[in-house]
């Protein structure tokens, strides 16, 4: 009687676990590139509709509402219903809103400078158009803008990384 193997032997086995571990390099290297992404859009996102906020709350009370960032656009930005336009929480000027710097590293900034825009009380922007970048940092996924005209219409676009600033 003739006897059958129904069995790996070792060096199958090994061979398998290589190959697995080596899909599965691959495939954290390609969820890298996912959470970057992810992380600069979901930024951008939350600055769209910060400044939507603002624009809607100039509108709804007839006052200047800016957007200020102090410490830099990557950090902590408030929408203040700001009395006197100038872009601090003084007395009489009301924080409406609070957006949290991001968690991780991304490059954000303004095409004309300065920490603070504002709305009128028509919806208009205080000034010029304005436009405000996110970008991965390490250049591996893409970035977005964020414009603001004149007119107050606030658009957002998405940019190749390699015309990111």
Same mark, same amino acid.
């Given at each position: 009687? /003739?006897?059958?193997?129904?069995?790996?032997?070792?060096?199958?086995?090994?061979?398998?676990?290589?190959?697995?571990?080596?899909?599965?390099?691959?495939?954290?290297?390609?969820?890298?590139?996912?959470?970057?992404?992810?992380?600069?859009?979901?930024?951008?996102?939350?600055?769209?509709?910060?400044? /939507?906020?603002?624009?809607?709350?100039?509108? /709804?009370?007839?006052?200047?509402?800016?957007?200020?960032?102090?410490?830099?656009?990557?950090?902590?930005?408030?929408?203040?219903?700001?009395?006197?336009?100038?872009?601090?929480?003084?007395?009489?000027?009301?924080?409406?809103?609070?957006?949290?710097?991001?968690?991780?590293?991304?490059?954000?900034?303004?095409?004309?400078?300065?920490?603070?825009?504002?709305?009128?009380?028509?919806?208009?922007?205080?000034?010029?158009?304005?436009?405000?970048?996110?970008?991965?940092?390490?250049?591996?996924?893409?970035?977005?803008?964020?414009?603001?005209?004149?007119?107050?219409?606030?658009?957002?676009?998405?940019?190749?990384?390699?015309?990111?600033?």
């Amino acid at each position: 009687m /003739k006897k059958t193997n129904s069995g790996f032997t070792l060096v199958e086995l090994l061979m398998t676990l290589v190959i697995i571990g080596i899909m599965a390099s691959l495939a954290s290297a390609s969820f890298q590139g996912i959470f970057e992404r992810n992380t600069v859009k979901t930024e951008a996102d939350a600055a769209l509709h910060t400044m /939507k906020l603002a624009r809607s709350e100039a509108i /709804k009370r007839s006052n200047t509402v800016t957007v200020s960032a102090a410490g830099g656009w990557d950090q902590d930005w408030q929408v203040l219903s700001d009395i006197d336009g100038d872009g601090n929480l003084d007395a009489g000027d009301e924080l409406l809103y609070e957006k949290k710097a991001p968690q991780r590293a991304i490059d954000i900034s303004r095409d004309v400078g300065g920490t603070v825009f504002g709305f009128a009380s028509t919806g208009f922007r205080t000034g010029g158009d304005t436009e405000i970048s996110f970008c991965d940092p390490t250049g591996v996924a893409v970035g977005y803008s964020v414009t603001v005209s004149r007119v107050g219409q606030i658009t957002k676009a998405e940019v190749a990384a390699a015309s990111c600033p």
